[in-house]
């Protein structure tokens, strides 16, 4: 086989369902069960509605973390920018009277062009990604703020309707978010572009030897990322019925939690779609479950911390003996 053929056999490994997600999936399956037999109502149409629609949304804002961490960077700001896009789309929907096929491509483009804004001041000034993406999350919260004066916007009841209704029990929502999986799977599989993000990721120095603009890799990863955070403040709007400004403040944690349990590769160059996709849905699971449980909720940041602490742990630990 030759070079290029083993190069992309081993970035084709790196985005397809591999060992880990099968772990992943396993997983998935044992919560679900157990949690199925010690609730009465977890089967329940109406449980699994709703239960749909929050893994959709979970996954959703762990792949626009993701896009960033596979170039090896990260978005602080991916909740900032939700928030921002979502008072883009209550004035649009509401002060301006605007249709929604015009209001939510305005709100794409701006959480676009929010992205944007991180990738160009990071490969501009050099400055490292952290840095840049916790700076604009206050920004954006603060235009968001002095902007809405922290009052939700009214949406036409029609806006509702891919938010809160479904297809044969199945949320259009999540019906949204298995689309975006898709495309993304097929990109960094298939494209050329999805490939160069990988490599950016996987070593810098090497893919910029090989002819790749690592600067356009990351800020083509920072666009898709606003872009993906932008969605997912259009779907929460249409759930909640109103364009509530306080939307993405608390997405900032669950963006990582899915992702890391999800195989994304917190030094770049790996992720899976369909792993994130298993990530989100171990995640509700596991918040539901505790529900049931009538666990304290005060503590839930702990025991979502833990998690995360022994998902690294466990893929340190798988990595090590790949290495062996």
């Not at 689309?179 to 996987?202: D, E, I, K, Q, W």
Request: glycine residues 12%.
């Amino acid at each position: 086989m030759s070079k290029d053929g083993k190069e992309a056999r081993a970035l084709e490994k790196r985005t397809v369902i591999t060992g880990r997600t099968i772990g992943l999936m396993t997983a998935a399956l044992i919560l679900f069960g157990a949690i199925a037999l010690v609730s009465s109502t977890f089967l329940s149409s109406y449980t699994m509605f709703v239960l749909s629609r929050q893994i959709a949304f979970f996954t959703l804002i762990a792949m626009a973390q993701a896009v960033c961490l596979v170039v090896g960077g990260m978005n602080l700001s991916v909740g900032a920018i939700g928030s921002m896009c979502t008072v883009v789309l209550g004035l649009s929907l509401s002060n301006a009277g605007l249709d929604g096929w015009i209001a939510v491509p305005l709100t794409l483009l701006c959480g676009a062009i929010a992205g944007l804004a991180n990738g160009m001041l990071i490969v501009k000034l050099r400055i490292d990604s952290f840095i840049v993406t916790l700076s604009m999350m206050f920004i954006f919260m603060g235009l968001r703020s002095g902007i809405s004066g922290g009052q939700p916007y009214p949406v036409p009841t029609s806006f509702g309707i891919v938010g809160q209704r479904g297809f044969m029990g199945i949320p259009y929502v999540f019906m949204v978010m298995l689309a975006v999986l898709a495309v993304m799977s097929y990109m960094y599989r298939n494209t050329v572009f999805g490939r160069r993000m990988l490599a950016t990721g996987g070593n810098a120095d090497a893919a910029r030897l090989s002819g790749i603009n690592n600067n356009n890799m990351i800020i083509g990863a920072n666009v898709l990322s606003g872009l993906l955070a932008a969605l997912a403040a259009v779907l929460w709007t249409s759930e909640l019925g109103s364009a509530a400004p306080e939307t993405g403040d608390s997405w900032l944690i669950v963006t990582f939690a899915v992702a890391i349990i999800g195989g994304t590769g917190l030094k770049g160059g790996v992720i899976s779609p369909y792993g994130i996709f298993m990530g989100g849905i171990i995640y509700t699971l596991i918040r539901h479950g505790l529900i049931e449980m009538k666990a304290n909720p005060y503590y839930m940041n702990v025991y979502i911390g833990v998690l995360i602490l022994l998902t690294i742990a466990i893929d340190r630990l798988r990595e090590r003996y790949d290495e062996r």
